[in-house]
DNA sequence: GCTTGACCTGGAGTCGCTCCAGACGGGTAA
DNA sequence: TTACCCGTCTGGAGCGACTCCAGGTCAAGC
């Protein structure tokens, strides 16, 4: 399939899914006879795991590791799960930022309900 | 108090603090006789706000709204309230994002594990 | 009176996209 | 045939949100 459905099927835009082949990103995109480029199966299962991966802040950087790691094959296997662990790290340390905010969102906005009921 | 403890009781850094005023973020930072910043509590209070709407995701643009708000005094109070309340269903789609991503890494890393357990 | 350290401003650099101009090639319509 | 879309290509500029740095000021301590 060519980029436009690329982009659809992974949630990453067209312009991002060039970026990251620019960038090392992702491992051998063939191209057509027409010199379009046309994605695989297996490569749209690695962009939607690089889309969720970034969603939720993982740098580049890491992501390149990745991307290095996935092209040496199934030895690398070991290192790339120690990779997504630390991630799934990141997550929680995250959700914690989130749930911290919301805290303080709510103590914030009883604030406000407190002045709007006792209007000067 | 000045820009390094502000820095440090807030979380953001000099830099970053220095940045956001004068995007417009802060409203009136005092300057004293030696042209340095005097925050106040109040400031600093703000800056704890600000902070944490930026680690979860909320934009300049809309802090810049909400500090404009701020700097109109009581009467934008319903506003300002709207404002964290749209965070607050950020926050609720962040969180989807995260357990999504969790969803997806637990499976990822248990294909890993399987493949580890059943070496060529 | 000299050094040290915190602070200042203005501007350049970075990351991760996003948008755009200009070119190409294939398919339909007049 | 010719005209025109459409989707794609490349290279490069622009942007949001910082981050870092050079070069300067000033107060305090030795």
Do not use: Q
């Not at 399939?1 to 960038?23: C, F, K, N, P, Q």
């Not at 990745?66 to 799934?88: C, D, M, Q, W």
């Amino acid at each position: 399939m060519r980029i436009s459905e690329a982009s659809t099927r992974s949630g990453l835009s067209a312009d991002t899914i060039r970026y990251y082949e620019r960038s090392g990103l992702i491992p051998a995109i063939r191209r057509g006879p027409d010199g379009l480029r046309r994605f695989s199966p297996e490569n749209i299962d690695w962009l939607i795991l690089l889309y969720w991966l970034r969603k939720t802040g993982m740098p580049m950087k890491e992501m390149r590791r990745f991307a290095a790691l996935y092209r040496e094959g199934t030895a690398s296997i070991p290192e790339r799960k120690e990779v997504l662990l630390n991630h799934e790290e990141r997550l929680r340390r995250r959700r914690a930022d989130l749930d911290r905010c919301a805290e303080v969102l709510a103590h914030k906005i009883a604030t406000y309900r407190k002045i709007e009921g006792e209007p000067s």
